[in-house]
Each structure stands twice: as structure tokens, then as C-alpha cells.
T-cell receptor, first 112, second 114 residues
Framework: GENVEQHPSTLSVQEGDSAVIKCTYS??????FPWYKQELGKRPQLIID?????GEKKDQRIAVTLNKTAKHFSLHITETQPEDSAVYFC???????????FGGGTRLMVKP | NAGVTQTPKFQVLKTGQSMTLQCAQD?????MSWYRQDPGMGLRLIHY???????DQGEVPNGYNVSRSTTEDFPLRLLSAAPSQTSVYFC?????????????FGQGTRLTVV
């Protein structure tokens, strides 16, 4: 089955700096890669996603890049703010669309 | 439109007790799933269903049963709770035929087994 690895497990940045979280996946047939943000005590919520036919997608301060050849994808957050502090999860869905596998999560702390 | 609703939000069980975690969605999603979230382990898939009458195992199915008698409901049953099942449980649903679409999560159930 699919295996998704996520790094780093914790990330601390100063407000205004950029943050980058990286993930690798094992199943070359996976074709959808969402990113979820989970605030303390809350449910995970989708913040951005990318499909396998696209190399990069941007939404205001967040962007995701995908390298299918290397089987890795990354989340980029620019101009970080204290409210960006949360746990971020990457995920990959298999070709059949029935298995959504998550990475281990990254705890992002933005210091004011 | 309530989305995905889980009950209860908190539960304490004694070892060996049984219980059912409830999950309901009102978005007419074919696909429903259960995850457990342990510290530092991310979200691990327990069971999933792609429609009424169809269920399948995920990554960590042992100790859990599911059924899907309606499109809306997908309960998770613990037959004999063990301390290793102490975790936060999330139910999630999404469209299935569209394959790559957003999964919506319930608010979670924090389960402690003593």
C-alpha cells in the first residue's frame, strides 16, 4: 500500500518568514495530494490540494509543488502569521480513490 | 447542512467493554471512513466504505468492526476495548465517483480505555 513520509515533524519560524514542509510517497499511481491543517483540538481541514497533472498550485500565501518523477510534494507558506500555527498533514490518494493515506504531520509554530 | 457529525465527543471505557462510535453525514457522500489519530502518528485508516452494503479494511482494522446500512451512517464498533485503543477517532466522508475530491472530517471522538 501507499506510504507517505513527512518532514520535518516540528518547525519553528519567526512571523513573516517562510515555512516549507516536504512529503514523499511510494505509490507512483497516486494522483491526488491534499494538505490539511489541524488546529489544536479541532478537526483537520483542507487548505490546498494538487492533482497529478499539475506541477504547482498557489492560493494567496500558500502554494504546493509536485514532482511526480521524484514522488515528492511540498507545502510552502509565505509571510507566516501566528494564526498559521497548527499541525499540517500531507496526504496521497490511490488511483482507485478509496485509500487516503496521511503523513505523520508537522507542528508549525510561528513566533510573533 | 451539518456536514459530518460524530457522537460522542468524549468517552471513557473500561478494558473489555464494548461501544459504538456514531458517524453521520448529510452531503450524500458515497465514501465514508474512520481514522485514528495518535500523537506523532498522523491519521491512520481503520475501515472505509464506498457505498451502502460495502465495507473494507484500512491500515489498522484489528479490534474494530463497521457496517454501512445507509448512505448517511457509518458506525464504528469496538467489541472489547483495550488500552491500546485509546486515541482520537475521526470519521471522514467524500464523493467517491469523482475520485479526487476533498474529504470532510467530523469533530472527533476522544476515547480513553482504562
Amino acid at each position: 500500500g501507499e506510504n507517505v513520509e513527512q518532514h520535518p515533524s516540528t518547525l519553528s519560524v519567526q512571523e513573516g518568514d517562510s515555512a516549507v514542509i516536504k512529503c514523499t510517497y511510494s505509490d507512483s499511481a497516486s494522483n491526488y495530494f491534499p494538505w490539511y491543517k489541524q488546529e489544536l483540538g479541532k478537526r483537520p481541514q483542507l487548505i490546498i490540494d494538487i492533482r497529478s497533472n499539475v506541477g504547482e498550485k498557489k492560493d494567496q500565501r500558500i502554494a504546493v509543488t509536485l514532482n511526480k518523477t521524484a514522488k515528492h510534494f511540498s507545502l510552502h507558506i509565505t509571510e507566516t502569521q501566528p494564526e498559521d500555527s497548527a499541525v499540517y498533514f500531507c496526504a496521497a490518494i490511490n488511483n482507485a480513490g478509496n485509500m487516503l493515506t496521511f503523513g505523520g504531520g508537522t507542528r508549525l509554530m510561528v513566533k510573533p | 447542512n451539518a456536514g459530518v457529525t460524530q457522537t460522542p465527543k468524549f468517552q471513557v471505557l473500561k478494558t473489555g467493554q464494548s461501544m459504538t462510535l456514531q458517524c453521520a453525514q448529510d452531503m450524500n457522500h458515497e465514501y465514508m471512513s474512520w481514522y485514528r489519530q495518535d500523537p506523532g502518528m498522523g491519521l491512520r485508516l481503520i475501515h472505509y466504505s464506498v457505498g451502502a452494503g460495502i465495507t473494507d479494511q484500512g491500515e489498522v482494522p484489528n479490534g474494530y468492526n463497521v457496517s454501512r446500512s445507509t448512505t448517511e451512517d457509518f458506525p464504528l464498533r469496538l467489541l472489547s476495548a483495550a488500552p491500546s485503543q485509546t486515541s482520537v477517532y475521526f470519521c471522514a466522508s467524500k464523493l467517491y465517483r469523482a475520485l479526487n475530491t476533498e474529504a470532510f472530517f467530523g469533530q472527533g471522538t476522544r476515547l480513553t480505555v482504562v
